[in-house]
């Protein structure tokens, strides 16, 4: 893929979700460009990993464990990006999880928690903490991890299509409040993303991942470097007249 440049040298990014898939993506590309990179995840090992390779490419990289779900935890995480770099300029919510698999009449109730609580009520937690950061450093940008099932349902996976569904409204809800106060709140809507989490729908249900890739017209599965480049770009001044928008990014699967 050609280098695009995104204006992002000198920028104090959080990542969440840093240690895999579209978080990882996002927080090499912000390294790559010169941003300072905060990244979070609950895989601490992973996510230290990580920091140490984006520092050890010439990347100015700081990990700092913390589960979305926990409040001081995350207000910890924002404090600490404050801590060292004197304020926060964006951030891109990554943290979240699959759905299992049942029927919404018995749909495992802790699975449904679960999954609810840390992709809807996680994003919120997260924003609430950079959107404070963000005021008192005179605003920037936040882009939260949305989904195609987003904008549609999915048979047996009502907690995450109910989720992704919450996560786009709370991000066009948040526009609205901050679009005044320097601040733009957007989505990305990813599809059929070839990630860690994908391989393991795809290892509990043989075939479909050749299923799912005949519905995508371009026939192949994204790659979290491309999700990570249009996050690039809503953090960028490029996108400077968007916010509460839902970028798709599904290889034409929402176009039939």
Same mark, same amino acid.
């Given at each position: 893929?050609? =280098?695009?440049?995104?204006?992002?040298?000198?920028? /104090?990014?959080? /990542?969440?979700?840093?240690?895999?898939?579209?978080?990882?993506?996002?927080?090499?590309?912000?390294?790559?460009?010169?941003?300072?990179? /905060?990244?979070?995840?609950?895989? !601490?090992? =992973?996510?230290?990993?990580?920091?140490?390779?984006?520092?050890?490419?010439?990347?100015?990289?700081?990990?700092?464990?913390?589960? /979305?779900? *926990?409040?001081?935890?995350?207000?910890?995480?924002?404090?600490?990006?404050?801590?060292?770099?004197?304020?926060?300029?964006?951030?891109?919510?990554?943290?979240?999880?699959?759905?299992?698999?049942?029927?919404?009449?018995?749909?495992?109730?802790?699975?449904?928690?679960?999954?609810?609580?840390?992709?809807?009520?996680?994003?919120?937690?997260?924003?609430?903490?950079?959107?404070?950061?963000?005021?008192?450093?005179?605003?920037?940008?936040?882009?939260?991890?949305?989904?195609?099932? +987003?904008?549609?349902?999915?048979?047996? !996976? +009502?907690?995450?299509?109910? +989720?992704?569904?919450?996560?786009?409204?709370?991000?066009?809800?948040?526009?609205?409040?901050? =679009?005044?106060?320097?601040?733009?709140?957007?989505?990305?809507?990813?599809?059929?993303? *070839?990630?860690?989490?994908?391989?393991?729908?795809?290892?509990?249900?043989?075939?479909?991942?050749?299923?799912?890739?005949?519905?995508?017209?371009?026939?192949?599965?994204?790659?979290?470097?491309?999700?990570?480049? =249009?996050?690039?770009?809503?953090?960028?001044?490029?996108? +400077?007249?968007?916010?509460?928008?839902?970028?798709?990014?599904? !290889?034409?699967?929402?176009?039939?």
């Amino acid at each position: 893929m050609a =280098a695009v440049e995104y204006g992002l040298e000198g920028k /104090v990014a959080v /990542v969440t979700g840093a240690a895999s898939g579209i978080g990882r993506a996002t927080a090499e590309l912000f390294a790559g460009q010169g941003a300072h990179v /905060v990244a979070s995840d609950i895989e !601490g090992e =992973a996510g230290a990993e990580l920091a140490e390779e984006l520092r050890a490419a010439g990347g100015s990289a700081l990990f700092v464990a913390a589960d /979305v779900r *926990d409040d001081e935890a995350v207000s910890a995480l924002i404090a600490r990006a404050v801590q060292e770099h004197g304020r926060l300029d964006c951030a891109a919510n990554c943290a979240g999880v699959g759905g299992g698999h049942g029927a919404t009449h018995d749909y495992d109730p802790d699975a449904w928690n679960r999954i609810v609580d840390i992709n809807l009520r996680g994003t919120w937690i997260a924003m609430r903490h950079e959107i404070a950061a963000l005021l008192g450093g005179g605003g920037g940008t936040v882009v939260n991890t949305a989904s195609t099932l +987003s904008l549609r349902g999915s048979p047996f !996976g +009502s907690p995450y299509s109910a +989720s992704k569904h919450g996560v786009l409204g709370l991000t066009k809800t948040a526009a609205l409040e901050y =679009a005044t106060q320097g601040i733009r709140v957007n989505a990305v809507c990813p599809g059929a993303i *070839d990630t860690p989490m994908m391989d393991e729908t795809f290892a509990r249900f043989p075939g479909f991942r050749e299923m799912l890739i005949g519905l995508v017209p371009m026939q192949r599965m994204g790659r979290p470097e491309e999700v990570a480049q =249009a996050i690039a770009w809503l953090t960028s001044d490029g996108s +400077s007249f968007v916010t509460g928008a839902g970028i798709t990014i599904e !290889g034409g699967l929402l176009a039939r």
